[in-house]
């Protein structure tokens, strides 16, 4: 089945910084890459999703490159803010309403 | 919308005794997805419905959980006997077969 692995486990960056995670996947078959942000205490929330003919998508601070070559896909956040701080999950699947698969998780950490 | 509903919020059992946790998907979904989520294990899925069929259970654990879906606004999941090592924090997601993936706030369940 898929392996989806994340780095880094946790991330602390100073505000106005950026910060990038990334992750590799291992099932070729995957084409939907979505990723969740998840709040203390609430259910992981979808941010933002790239799908496998799409090189980069972006919406406003945040980014996410996919390589498929390499089965690596990334999350790129701009100029972060306090309110970035959470955990960050990526995640693969053969498709949307498919079962996703998750990695990790990245504990980000905004200091102001 | 209200979202993807779950209840209990919280659940305090002992061991040995029975669990339910409920699940009420966005209305029109027709995809239901159980997954758990622990510290060691991140988000594991359990068991996922495509118009109130289960398609996959690999991931439920042993025999002491089951899942139903009687009809397309509802769903439970059972654990019985419960056990301290299920302790953790149960996630119901839903969808539009073909489109993104919410999640509700989830269950938080202690075993003691």
């Known amino acids: 089945g898929e392996n989806v692995e994340q780095h880094p486990s946790t991330l602390s960056v100073q505000e106005g910084d950026s910060a990038v995670i990334k992750c590799t996947y291992s099932?070729?078959?995957?084409?939907?890459f979505p990723w969740y942000k998840q709040e203390l205490g609430k259910g992981p929330q979808l941010i933002i999703d790239?799908?496998?003919?799409?090189g980069e998508k972006k919406d406003q601070r945040i980014a996410v490159t996919l390589n498929k070559t390499a089965k690596h896909f990334s999350l790129h956040i701009t100029e972060t803010q306090p309110e970035d701080s959470a955990v960050y999950f990526c995640?693969?699947?053969?498709?949307?309403?498919?079962?996703?698969?998750f990695g990790k998780g990245t504990s980000l950490l905004v200091t102001p | 919308d209200a979202g993807v509903i779950q209840s209990p919020r919280h659940e305090v059992t002992e061991m040995g005794q029975e669990v339910t946790l409920r699940c009420k998907p966005i209305s029109g979904h027709n995809s239901l997805f159980w997954y758990r989520q622990t510290m060691m294990r991140g988000l594991e899925l359990l068991i996922y419905?495509?118009?109130?069929?289960?398609?996959?259970d690999s991931g439920m654990p042993e025999d002491r959980f089951s899942a139903k879906m009687p009809n397309a606004s509802f769903s439970t999941l059972k654990i019985q006997p419960s056990e301290p090592r299920d302790s953790a924090v149960y996630f119901c997601?839903?969808?539009?077969?073909?489109?993104?993936?919410?999640f509700g706030s989830g269950t938080q369940l202690s075993v003691l």
């Open positions: 997601a839903t969808a539009l077969v073909g489109e993104k993936l919410f």
């Open positions: 419905f495509n118009n109130n069929v289960p398609i996959d």
């Open positions: 099932d070729s078959a995957s084409n939907y």
């Open positions: 995640a693969a699947s053969p498709g949307q309403g498919y079962a996703l698969n």
């Open positions: 790239i799908r496998s003919n799409v």
